[in-house]
């Protein structure tokens, strides 16, 4: 087990640096601290040479490029302070009502136009003979026009049984709408293909319904017997073609609560891998690029695009703040928030 700090680059004066988890199997990650971003998962495999699995880039300015600025994936950022899209981009809180930057149509989107992801985050010391790393953030009272000054931290660890493991934490001086994700998009295949000849498993019989604008309308449906009834492992080819569409679904662990545990897996049947996703959030949107530009790809040459990766974002209800009993998406003054989320690989 170790973890490498190496200089990324610098932005508007600040150094950029990248961390690289690795356990004793050979796995490893990286994350910059700009955005709290993972920008690489390298997975061994059984035989050959070891694949890059998500999508980012091996250098800073990639991440500023006129390509990824018009598209804005969001490759591998911790997003927050509230994730998805907030309708209107306003909310009401204590009999007072806040407006948000409009980021897509009418709606907000990940934050605001400066969210986590766009932060230099503070790491705090860390040992070389572990595969942990921490990463602190102060969002200032009105910061993308959200109250109350809130101390934010997220952990990533590596372990040697090919886990990592994510922690969010944070406290607010005041109430205040707050989530948080991670926005990392995976291929299994390793960018041999598409995602759609992967298999993907959700333990979940119910939806969000989000109106045409694509925020959540506070009303929830069944997939029980639908083409995305995912309770029993797909294609997920075979289920864009069944719906006409790519997954942009939130699905709903409402049985499961609060407490950590296994909601989904994805298998790539030729190269042997899967990932196995557990959480302690309420629900997970499931996202296979259908909106992700062609023009982007790794300074290797490694191919992005639609439906060239998929993502796992685990969080609180989107719209949260305009959905009556929304569980936990309200930060409570001087209340503890606390979110883990385990992506799991094998090979």
């Known amino acids: ?41 390298v997975l061994p495999k059984k035989e050959g040479a070891p694949e890059e699995i998500v999508c980012g880039f091996d250098t800073l300015k990639s991440y ?85 000054n809130v101390d934010v931290r997220v952990t990533f660890t590596l372990t040697d049984d090919n886990a990592l493991k994510i922690n969010y934490e944070a406290t607010s001086d005041a109430d205040t709408p707050f989530t948080m994700t991670n926005h990392t998009y995976f291929n299994l295949s390793g960018f041999v293909d598409s995602v759609e000849g992967l298999t993907v498993q959700v333990l979940s019989d119910k939806k969000q ?27 997920i080819g075979d289920v864009h073609q069944a719906m006409g569409d790519g997954f942009e679904h939130y699905y709903l662990f409402e049985n499961k609560g609060f407490d950590l545990d296994r909601v989904a897996e994805i298998k790539d049947p030729k ?29 290797s040459g490694q191919q992005y695009g639609k439906y060239r990766g998929f993502c796992c974002e685990t969080h609180r209800y989107p719209n949260g703040p305009n959905i009556a009993e929304s569980p936990k998406s309200i930060l409570n003054k001087g209340e503890e928030y606390e979110s883990t989320t385990i992506y799991k690989f094998k090979w």
Not at 24 to 31: A, H, L, Y
């Open 1 to 41: 087990m170790k973890t490498v700090e190496t200089n990324f680059g610098a932005l508007e004066g600040n150094q950029v640096r990248l961390y690289t988890l690795e356990n004793d199997n050979g796995m490893r990650v990286k994350i910059m601290n700009y955005g709290a971003t993972i920008t690489s998962i």
């Open 64 to 148: 500023f490029s006129p390509e990824y600025k018009s598209n804005a994936p969001y490759f591998g950022g911790t997003v927050g302070r509230y994730c998805s899209q907030i309708k209107d981009s306003k909310f009401t809180l204590n009999g007072k009502q806040y407006e948000l930057a409009k980021i897509v149509g009418d709606n907000n989107l990940h934050g605001g136009k400066v969210g986590f992801d766009k932060k230099i985050w503070t790491v705090k010391p860390f040992a070389n003979d572990s595969a942990k790393l921490q990463m602190e953030l102060l969002s200032k009272d009105l910061e993308e026009g959200f109250p109350g």
């Open 209 to 235: 319904v989000w109106d045409d604008t694509g925020a959540a309308t506070g009303e929830n449906a069944s997939v029980i017997g639908a083409p995305d009834d995912l309770r029993i492992a797909k294609k």
């Open 271 to 299: 190269s042997g891998r899967s990932l196995e996703i557990s959480t302690t959030e309420p629900g997970m949107l499931l996202y296979t690029g259908k909106y992700t530009s062609d023009e982007l790809k790794r300074e």
